[in-house]
């Protein structure tokens, strides 16, 4: 009799926990995307709603159900889910940017120009998120316009963790610069830095004469010109169109 009391209670006690006890779901972007070959827009259905730009794109079960029909393949629940007992709907979470899917899908049709290497991951981490060098292969002041405000509604929060109070004091923002891939031009334009240098800093890039030689770093394309020069009117001072 002493037994019956200890049994009931862990039956209990396996019951709350399998459904107190997180659900996450099994899902892997490689086996959809490469294996079977669907689509974003297959299970995100609302990246083509261009009523609401401002908010992630959450898979709905219907969009499953579409494959998910226990014809083409199981609807079983726990092949999706860690604990089909305590699923809940994720909440609809905003973007920290001013961002619209259908408007980049009406032009890109895909979404792994952007979201690099979904197509190989099980799951998706921060590093299938879009870097600012990749907004700006289009985001050019060309292609689209290249303006932070464009896209980011706090331009406080996009400052590089480095760009304290003491960032151009410190130096080192010059070696920084002088690098093939600066990235410097992704928010900065030649004004911002000429309102210090001018032409005339004590800490010349080049070295005296320079621009009698510079030609041989262009052919090697050693140094990456753009970051300071811009704008081909640079060269055609000296040049005049010639080669």
Sequence with gaps: MRSEPLIIFCAFSLAFGAAGAPDTLKFSHKTHLQDIGAQCADCHVSLSDKGKPAKAPIVAEEACKKCHDNKTASFECKICHTNSENVKPPAPRQL???????????????????????????????????LMATCRTCHDNRKAPGACAVCHKDLSAIKPATHDGQWLYRGGHGDQARLP???????????????????????????????????????????????????????????????
């Design 96 to 130: 920290k940017t001013l961002f619209s899917h259908a408007q980049h899908l009406d032009s890109s049709k895909t979404c792994t120009p952007c979201h690099t290497g979904l197509e190989a991951a099980a799951k998706a981490t921060k590093k299938n998120f879009p």
């Design 181 to 243: 891939m600066a990235q410097c031009v992704t928010c900065h334009e030649n004004s911002y830095c000429n309102r210090c240098h001018q032409g005339n800093t004590p800490v010349k890039i080049h070295s005296p004469g320079y621009e009698f030689e510079h030609g041989f770093d262009v052919k090697r394309k050693e140094l990456d010109c753009t970051v300071c020069h811009q704008t081909a009117r640079f060269c055609s001072r000296c040049h005049e169109g010639k080669r």
